[in-house]
């Protein structure tokens, strides 16, 4: 059974920082792009930051040199660092993964990991 599992989220005070993790586990043939997107109350799910399977990043603005992702190809796992929290950056994050068994792939969700930024 295919997996996708975030961790790392937690209550930081403003300008702190905090570690995401995400771990694809199951059979699959190989990882491609992955992502992490955020999802405040009362607002639609945004994309964060995505990397590809050739390590090429994308980051939205509002993070721009606060966060960066990063992957472990050997054990299929995206890192998200997030530097100098704001408490607007408090939010559900969600690993999204993209699966591939050949030429197909499909994407996959995390849970989700709360990040609560707040003095």
């Known amino acids: 059974q295919l997996k996708v599992l975030e961790s790392g989220g937690g209550l930081v005070q403003p300008g702190g920082s905090l570690t995401l993790s995400c771990t694809a586990s199951?059979?699959?043939?190989?990882?491609?792009?992955m992502g992490w997107y955020h999802q405040a109350p009362g607002k639609q799910r945004e994309l964060v930051a995505t990397?590809?399977?050739?390590?090429?990043?994308n980051y939205a603005d509002s993070v721009k040199g606060r966060f960066t992702i990063s992957r472990d190809n050997a054990k299929d796992t995206v890192y998200l660092q997030m530097n100098n929290l704001r408490p607007e950056d408090t939010a559900v994050y969600y690993c999204?993964?993209?699966?591939?068994?050949?030429?197909?792939?499909?994407?996959?969700w995390g849970k989700g990991t709360l990040v609560t930024v707040s003095s």
């Open positions: 990397i590809t399977s050739g390590s090429s990043t």
């Open positions: 199951g059979s699959f043939f190989r990882v491609g792009a």
């Open positions: 999204n993964v993209e699966l591939c068994d050949g030429p197909a792939c499909t994407d996959y």
